[in-house]
């Protein structure tokens, strides 16, 4: 029973990099998307830590393939792992730019898509 309890909490958290205490990470990360197509994203992860949580961005998968609600110390990929980057409608691009809707951040393509 204690194996099977392993594997499932394996496998809902299994990511290949462990996420450090709160606070923590690279300053900044690049976010391409497809080739030709916008420009990569220099995304200020230092600045989005000190106005978010974790879990405002970070997920995990669990064994149903499901996304699950980030917990601490839980490991994260790169949202490249899973989320096809690039697309105007894929999850992150809308997760993105519903943020900062609400948080009054920039929304128009070119203000953070810079040539």
């Given amino acids: ?53 974790c879990g405002e961005c970070h997920h995990g998968k669990g064994p149903d393939g499901k ?3 980030y917990t601490e110390g839980q490991a994260i990929e790169k949202c490249s792992t899973c989320h096809e980057l690039g697309k105007p409608s894929d999850n992150m691009h809308k997760n993105c730019i519903g943020c900062h809707k609400a948080k009054s951040g920039p929304t128009k393509c070119a203000e953070c898509h810079k040539k």
């Fill in 67 to 69: 996304q699950v609600p």
């Fill in 1 to 53: 029973m204690k194996r099977i309890a392993a594997v499932v909490a394996s496998l809902a958290f299994g990511f290949a990099s462990t996420c450090l205490a709160a606070g923590t990470g690279p300053d900044t990360i690049e976010l391409k998307g497809p080739a030709g197509k916008k420009e990569p994203v220099a995304f200020n992860h230092k600045a989005h830590q000190e106005k978010s949580t």
